[in-house]
């Protein structure tokens, strides 16, 4: 038997508690633990084993810190691969053990904290597809009055507002969003002529370009 469980049907722990016996290379898992790793209650690894399960990319940190000694205190944050083939993050803390020689025993705890971070991962994505969303939202108002006042195509519109963005060395959004407030203290029915409105992105690029 090789210690692995199936998933179960109710969540998977968020912590749960281990020893290890430095002398006897072994791991004492809490059941929690165990479930973490994909493995059965009682499954006592050796430190190979609890190796082979470090993600491959945070393996030769805890290599590392094995070879050079694990008396506690120590916390380490890394990934696990269960027996599943799942990614697992997880915070490790270690501290001498209460019982036994502090070089010999170590005791300490496991945090799942893998739908944390996917939360927070989530978040971030949501909060920059949010804020990319609200970017071309301005460019395309100031896109629209470019082609109210010149007549032209969505596309060359945009045109414009890239060259005056090179021109002034600085964003199309940050040209855009200062065309769009410039025509925001304009009475509604008093829209700007050719001439006027090329006087108006001119300066604006310009403004903008002595403030970069």
């Not at 270690?94 to 904290?113: L, Q, T």
């Not at 109210?148 to 060259?163: C, N």
Request: hydrophobic share 40%; aromatic share 8%.
């Amino acid at each position: 038997m090789d210690g692995s469980i199936e998933e179960h049907a109710h969540a998977s722990p968020t912590v749960g508690g281990f020893a290890f016996h430095l002398r006897e290379d072994r791991w004492d898992w809490s059941c929690e633990v165990a479930r973490m790793h994909g493995r059965a209650p009682g499954f006592v690894p050796t430190t190979a084993e609890v190796l082979a399960h470090k993600h491959p990319d945070d393996r030769a940190a805890a290599e590392q810190m094995f070879t050079s000694g694990v008396a506690g205190p120590w916390r380490s944050h890394h990934r696990i691969t269960r027996t599943d083939g799942r990614i697992r993050e997880v915070i490790v803390v270690a501290f001498p053990s209460r019982s036994g020689a502090p070089e010999d025993e170590i005791e300490g705890f496991y945090i799942d904290v893998t739908d944390t971070f996917e939360r927070e991962r989530q978040q971030t994505l949501t909060r920059a597809m949010a804020d990319v969303a609200e970017r071309r939202a301005v460019i395309e108002q100031a896109k629209g009055m470019l082609t109210l006042v010149y007549r032209i195509p969505a596309d060359r519109a945009f045109d414009v507002l890239t060259w005056l963005s090179q021109r002034a060395n600085i964003k199309v959004h940050t040209i855009a969003s200062t065309l769009i407030a410039q025509m925001r203290t304009r009475p509604v029915d008093d829209l700007p002529g050719r001439e006027e409105f090329d006087r108006l992105l001119l300066t604006i690029a310009s403004a903008d370009s002595d403030r970069s």
